[in-house]
Nanobody, 123 residues
Framework: QVQLVESGGELVQAGGSLRISCAAS???????MGWFRQAPGKEREFVAA????????YYADSVKGRFSISRDNTKNTVFLQMNSLKPEDTAVYYC?????????????????WGQGTQVTVSS
């Protein structure tokens, strides 16, 4: 069983940058990781995903060119670098692990989730 803990969320001004992290512990097999977010009153949505090797990444259209997902398998940590932040990026950001090394943008393909970290972008 994998446990995930997100960190790094905070209040940032529009146009700013932020990097959030997700640390995995427990039985860390070769697994793909994803970032999802949920804003108040909205459904959870896909943000980015990365394969076990890091060679394959996917991004939501809304963040493409602004966000970058990466991972350090030696530290069992996945990162989401967020640049040019907008108020509409405000949400709780969740990382998720998939029981496969292949990246996937669908939330139902992930079976382990973190508790989330709040990112707030002020205008």
């Amino acid at each position: 069983q994998v446990q995930l803990v997100e960190s790094g969320g905070e209040l940032v001004q529009a146009g700013g940058s932020l990097r959030i992290s997700c640390a995995a512990s427990g039985r860390t097999f070769s697994y793909a990781m994803g970032w999802f977010r949920q804003a108040p009153g909205k459904e959870r949505e896909f943000v980015a995903a990365i394969s076990w090797t890091g060679r394959t990444t996917y991004y939501a259209d809304s963040v493409k060119g602004r966000f970058s997902i990466s991972r350090d398998n030696t530290k069992n940590t996945v990162f989401l670098q967020m640049n040019s932040l907008k108020p509409e990026d405000t949400a709780v950001y969740y990382c998720a692990a998939r029981g496969s090394g292949l990246a996937n943008p669908n939330a139902d393909q992930y079976n382990t989730w973190g508790q989330g970290t709040q990112v707030t972008v002020s205008s």
